[in-house]
Nanobody
Framework: QVQLVESGGGLVQPGGSLRLSCVSSGISKYYMRGWYRQAAGKQRELVAT???????NYADSVKGRFTISADNAQNTIYLEMNSLKPEDTAVYYCTHGLQVWGEGTLVTVSS
């Protein structure tokens, strides 16, 4: 089974931008790939998903600010985050089909 490795998390000021990457170790059988996040004391929630045919879906809280994309040839998905808010602070997890998960990357939005 594939392994997922996220990168790109860090500290950013409100209004700033950050780009997350998720690389899979091999070819994935899953049609849906995406990003979830979990803030301290909260449940894990959907951020955005993308299919292998590039159909996208976003949580209402990030729509218009975040963009998910994929490079299938490189087995990589991305999350471009713009106009970041403190409430975006969370550990962001990459997933394939909700069956395979990365270890997560921490995004902190604070001044």
């Amino acid at each position: 089974q594939v392994q997922l490795v996220e990168s790109g998390g860090g500290l950013v000021q409100p209004g700033g931008s950050l780009r997350l990457s998720c690389v899979s170790s091999g070819i994935s059988k899953y049609y849906m790939r995406g990003w979830y996040r979990q803030a301290a004391g909260k449940q894990r929630e959907l951020v955005a998903t993308i299919t292998t045919t590039y159909i996208t879906n976003y949580a209402d809280s990030v729509k218009g600010r975040f963009t998910i994309s994929a490079d299938n040839a490189q087995n990589t998905i991305y999350l471009e985050m713009n106009s970041l808010k403190p409430e975006d602070t969370a550990v962001y997890y990459c997933t394939h089909g909700l069956q395979v998960w990365g270890e997560g990357t921490l995004v902190t939005v604070s001044s």
